[in-house]
């Protein structure tokens, strides 16, 4: 029987959410599902989901901010756009953002109680008074993306029903992202060969993503290994001003430091972020929280040995000592002893490498995900 899924986006970039959605609409198997996606505008997700087959529908709306008031947010004219939509594609389930939160419940619940999947990738979010009610009654099902997140969401006392909130962690395809890839055009970039020891940073500019604590780790292997290269690759993709100011600010740090101008490169955007994963011998997340951290399952899934802070999502997916490194938060001096560890012996590189793939094989493929949240879908329908 073939099902029909809306996805429902406030976002027209591309982050790590938006890569676990295209993740997923890629592995659903199309002869049992068709898809479609809502975005506020035009851009490279909406682009991405079409690469998937996927039906995108632009329908212009401001995401919502963390005090909205339910009852009010749902009045608005993209809840009723949304229903007509849902209606009209005969949707079987919605499967929505925080950001879209409101309306998409509001369309379900105007088009006959259609379920409304949140798929829940942040802890950062509070629950005020006026929306507990919301939170734990009006959303179908939640899912959390790792046990961090749904550990925040339920608190204690718990703000939500515990078995309204389920566990599944997203994947990779590892025909994407496997150990051929080729990172030639990142080092020719560069200007370097592939001798030349290389630590790679990928992330959107956000305080939390550590690129402060990246560039004070780069220092101190610099320190010890004056041969070794840093590169980072990532965008301020939602244009976002404050993020606009941090990554002024970081950049002109890297700028000021004789040490980071010589050896440290901010590439931007790269279109194909598995050349730079394929190019590095080590990749570093220093992130100074991530719900889960796509980056870590991509760089394992094509054996490439992780050295990420040991806060959040990375401490289900990293395996320490095995696939990785996990240091504690704001520790940019155990950043640089593991990093410089992986450095000077290829063969604990090509170890752990080995050993992140097997691992990202066995429990965080995309298709393993699609299973489950199928399942999910089932249930509920």
Known sequence: ?????????????????????LNLMGALPPDRYLLHLVCPQDGQLAQAAREHGVTVHIIPYRGVTTGFVPALWKRFPI???????VRAQRIEAIHTDYHSLPFAVAAGQRTGSVPVIWNAMGWW???????????????TQIIAITQAVRDRWLADPPLLPPDRVRVLVPGVDPAIHHPNVDGAPVRERLGIGPDVPLVALIARFQQV???????AMARMVADEMPHARFVVAGENVFGVSKDEAYKRAILDAAQSDPVLRERLTYLGFWEDARQVIAAADVVVCPSRFESLGMVHLESMAMARPVVSMNNGGPAET?????TG??????????LARCVLALLRDPALRARMGQAGAAHVRAHFTAAGYAAQFSQVVEDLI
């Open 1 to 21: 029987m073939m099902h029909r899924l809306l996805f429902v986006s406030a976002y027209s970039g591309l982050g790590g959410g938006e890569s676990v959605q």
């Open 79 to 85: 809840s009723r756009r949304l229903a007509r939509l």
């Open 125 to 139: 979010f509070p629950v005020h008074p006026w929306q507990r009610a919301f939170f734990r009654h009006e959303i």
């Open 209 to 215: 993503k550590g690129h402060d604590i990246f560039q």
């Open 318 to 322: 990293v395996i320490d000592g095995e």
């Open 325 to 334: 490194y996990l240091v504690p938060p704001e520790a940019p001096d155990a």
